[in-house]
């Protein structure tokens, strides 16, 4: 059985702990979460016009983490 790790890892490319340090940097403006989901999006599209459609599918995955536990904050 794999640790939680090797599937965040697979998923998003980056631990769990990795992505809640991302989304515990201090926010100035009250929508910068999806600011933060917005830039994660666009380095998915750099990632699909180079080829890497791996790193875009955990780009995208990345912002939609970034989205729900915005969501859930609200």
């Given at each position: 059985m794999?640790?939680?790790?090797?599937k965040?890892m697979?998923?998003y490319?980056?631990?769990?702990a990795?992505?809640?340090?991302?989304?515990?940097?201090p926010?100035?403006?009250?929508?910068?979460?999806?600011?933060l989901a917005?830039s994660?999006?666009?380095?998915?599209?750099?990632?699909?016009?180079?080829?890497?459609?791996?790193?875009?599918?955990?780009?995208?995955n990345?912002?939609?983490?970034?989205?729900?536990e915005?969501?859930?904050?609200?």
């Amino acid at each position: 059985m794999r640790n939680n790790d090797d599937k965040y890892m697979e998923i998003y490319g980056c631990t769990h702990a990795d992505l809640v340090s991302m989304m515990n940097t201090p926010m100035k403006y009250r929508n910068e979460h999806f600011m933060l989901a917005m830039s994660i999006l666009s380095d998915a599209q750099e990632a699909i016009a180079h080829n890497e459609k791996n790193m875009a599918r955990q780009f995208i995955n990345r912002a939609k983490f970034v989205m729900r536990e915005w969501h859930l904050d609200i």
